[in-house]
């Protein structure tokens, strides 16, 4: 059994990234709506990986014999005045989801539970590659800025993966 603060950590978490998937799903519904496509895909590929996450949580809560406590998920509509908002809010996002990250490591640190901290190595692996992929993506759309050939061939890229 985890201590219980963990547990009650990962918990929040779990939610934490059904919303960052949710969330990603409405940024994607307002890329289609733009008619962007390579845009939209990304994104609800990005909010497919968050589901990930929050299942490899709910499979070592349950791998330790703790509750799994799903909650509602809050409203992820959001207005963007331009088609960077979207880019730089899912960098601010992900900057977020790596301090949360951060700080279950820290409190399994603070209980010498070495078997949770080495579960979540992985997410912070893929936290440092979220926050990459997602500065990169704000770099590319900032260089095009006015070029909408530039734009169309960034989405035509996106729609790639």
Same mark, same amino acid.
């Given at each position: 059994?985890? =201590?219980?603060?963990?547990?009650?950590?990962? =918990?929040?978490?779990?939610?934490?990234?059904?919303?960052?998937?949710?969330?990603?799903?409405?940024?994607?519904? *307002? *890329?289609?709506?733009?008619?962007?496509?390579?845009?939209?895909?990304?994104?609800?590929?990005?909010?497919?990986?968050?589901? /990930?996450?929050?299942?490899?949580?709910?499979?070592?809560?349950?791998?330790?014999? /703790?509750?799994?406590?799903?909650?509602?998920?809050?409203?992820?509509?959001?207005?963007?005045?331009?088609?960077? !908002?979207?880019?730089?809010?899912?960098?601010?996002?992900?900057?977020?989801?790596?301090?949360?990250?951060?700080?279950?490591?820290?409190?399994?640190?603070?209980? =010498?539970?070495?078997?949770?901290?080495?579960?979540?190595?992985?997410?912070?692996? /893929?936290?440092?590659? !979220?926050?990459?992929?997602?500065?990169?993506?704000?770099?590319?759309?900032?260089?095009?800025?006015?070029? =909408?050939? +530039?734009?169309?061939?960034?989405?035509?890229?996106? +729609?790639?993966?």
């Amino acid at each position: 059994m985890l =201590n219980k603060k963990i547990a009650d950590l990962l =918990n929040d978490q779990i939610n934490k990234e059904l919303y960052s998937a949710y969330l990603y799903l409405d940024i994607s519904a *307002y *890329y289609l709506r733009k008619h962007l496509y390579g845009f939209a895909g990304w994104f609800k590929k990005q909010a497919a990986e968050e589901t /990930e996450h929050a299942d490899k949580m709910m499979s070592y809560l349950a791998e330790q014999g /703790e509750a799994i406590e799903l909650k509602d998920v809050a409203h992820a509509g959001k207005t963007y005045k331009d088609l960077r !908002e979207p880019l730089a809010f899912q960098l601010e996002h992900e900057m977020y989801v790596t301090s949360l990250i951060n700080a279950i490591y820290d409190a399994a640190d603070e209980v =010498n539970d070495r078997r949770t901290a080495h579960f979540l190595d992985w997410f912070i692996d /893929e936290q440092t590659e !979220e926050e990459a992929t997602a500065t990169a993506l704000l770099r590319k759309f900032d260089l095009l800025a006015g070029d =909408n050939r +530039g734009l169309y061939e960034l989405d035509a890229e996106l +729609g790639k993966r």
